[in-house]
Nanobody
Framework: QVQLVESGGGLVQPGGSLRLSCAAS????????MGWYRQAPGKQRELVAG???????NYADSVKGRFTISRDNAGNTVYLRMNSLKPEDTAVYYC??????WGKGTLVTVSS
């Protein structure tokens, strides 16, 4: 079992930045991929960014060049650096491990 806890969400103005964190615990040695997803009101959950154990990353087209996913050396924590935020980035952001485990989410609101 893997437990995931997100943090770092909040209210930010358009053009601003935030960094989300996801702390993993439990069977962390079983984790081979982690990712950030988001779900806006009335919309389906979508992949934002992913990172593999080997460090390969992928991003949704809508966030390329603005968001960066990374992790610490121990592999216990994954980050999502979000720059140039737009109102359409407003959503609950969820951390995922192995396309199986989910955190409870953290709300990001981009508004003036």
């Amino acid at each position: 079992q893997v437990q995931l806890v997100e943090s770092g969400g909040g209210l930010v103005q358009p053009g601003g930045s935030l960094r989300l964190s996801c702390a993993a615990s439990g069977s962390i040695n079983s984790i081979y991929a982690m990712g950030w997803y988001r779900q806006a009101p009335g919309k389906q959950r979508e992949l934002v960014a992913g990172i593999s154990r080997g460090g390969s990353t992928n991003y949704a087209d809508s966030v390329k060049g603005r968001f960066t996913i990374s992790r610490d050396n121990a592999g216990n924590t994954v980050y999502l650096r979000m720059n140039s935020l737009k109102p359409e980035d407003t959503a609950v952001y969820y951390c995922n491990a192995n396309w199986e485990y989910w955190g409870k989410g953290t709300l990001v609101t981009v508004s003036s």
